[in-house]
């Protein structure tokens, strides 16, 4: 019951992350050999820039050709930059038409904080497949509720 009362108490959502109203979900294309795939941190910092070159060469032993967000190898503190930066890769990556997919590198901590921050226009506008786990879970269900996309829960690309 304390916890239904917390619940009750805490403030509304801010205006862009409330909910979009329930509609089917839109099923982004599909990868084929060729297509570019951005690559993100939306949450904890990769420890070496080497692992960028090892998911960069694996995706383009897959026929895939890797694109880096302006911010992939930030760094602020234990995170791969701060809010607002990680937000604009996040962004700026469902904004770019040459971007088929976007692959989270890590997951960690630290993706919900990015929430407030990603225009969600954008995102409804073009539904692209993301991919991740862990802490990329905020995005899966942020993109659900706000973008009405599919997403795909799985392997973070580093």
Do not use: C
């Not at 911010?71 to 996040?90: F, M, P, V």
């Amino acid at each position: 019951m304390a916890g239904l009362a917390a619940l009750m108490a805490a403030p509304a959502l801010p205006a862009n992350l409330a909910p979009v109203p329930a509609g089917p979900r839109v099923k982004p294309p599909r990868i084929r050999p060729g297509d570019t795939i951005g690559l993100i941190e939306p949450a904890t910092a990769s420890d070496d820039p080497f692992d960028i070159d090892l998911v960069e060469e694996a995706i383009r032993a897959m026929g895939l050709v890797p694109k880096r967000g302006a911010n992939l190898l930030k760094r602020y503190g234990y995170l791969a930059g701060q809010d607002k930066e990680r937000a604009a890769d996040i962004t700026a990556m469902f904004a770019d038409k040459s971007v088929r997919a976007i692959f989270a590198v890590r997951g960690g901590w630290g993706a919900a904080r990015t929430l407030p921050f990603i225009d969600w226009d954008v995102v409804r506008a073009n539904p692209k497949l993301l991919l991740g786990y862990s802490d990329i879970t905020a995005l899966h269900m942020a993109i659900a509720a706000k973008g009405g996309a599919i997403t795909i829960h799985g392997p973070n690309a580093g």
